[in-house]
Nanobody, 118 residues
Framework: VQLQASGGGSVQAGGSLRLSCAASGTMFIINSMGWYRQAPGKQRELVAA???????NYADSVKGRFTISRDNAANAVYLQMNSLEPEDTAVYYCNALYSTGYRNREVWGQGTQVTVSS
C-alpha cells in the first residue's frame, strides 16, 4: 500500500488549506487514516485521525479549526484546515493503518509542507 498526499502550500495567518491523501495498492482494508505533523526541532504529533466507522479525534490545538474526512470508496482522507496559525507550520504526513491478509500494517505518505506566515 502506498499513500500519495497533496495540497500543502503557503498561506497567511487566518487562511485555509485542504490536504488530500489517497491509498493505492491491492488486497487491503483500511482500518484508520489520519494526519500527523512535524515542525522543525519537534517530534511528530497527531493532528487528526478517523478510524473506519468511528468518530474522528483531534489534537486539542486544532479542534474547531481543522476537519478530517474520509472517502472510504476511494480510500482517501482529507484535512480541511481553517483559521491557520503560524504555529501550524510543519510538514504534514498522511498515515494509514490497514489489514492485508492476516497482518495489520502501517504506512506513511511522503509529507507535504504547510507554511503559515503572520
Amino acid at each position: 500500500v502506498q499513500l500519495q498526499a497533496s495540497g500543502g502550500g503557503s498561506v497567511q495567518a487566518g487562511g485555509s488549506l485542504r490536504l488530500s491523501c489517497a491509498a493505492s495498492g491491492t488486497m487491503f482494508i483500511i482500518n484508520s487514516m489520519g494526519w500527523y505533523r512535524q515542525a522543525p526541532g519537534k517530534q511528530r504529533e497527531l493532528v487528526a485521525a478517523m478510524p473506519t466507522g468511528i468518530s474522528a479525534n483531534y489534537a486539542d490545538s486544532v479542534k474547531g479549526r481543522f476537519t478530517i474526512s474520509r472517502d472510504n470508496a476511494a480510500n482517501a482522507v482529507y484535512l480541511q484546515m481553517n483559521s491557520l496559525e503560524p504555529e501550524d507550520t510543519a510538514v504534514y504526513y498522511c498515515n494509514a493503518l490497514y489489514s492485508t491478509g492476516y497482518r495489520n500494517r502501517e504506512v506513511w505518505g511522503q509529507g507535504t509542507q504547510v507554511t503559515v506566515s503572520s
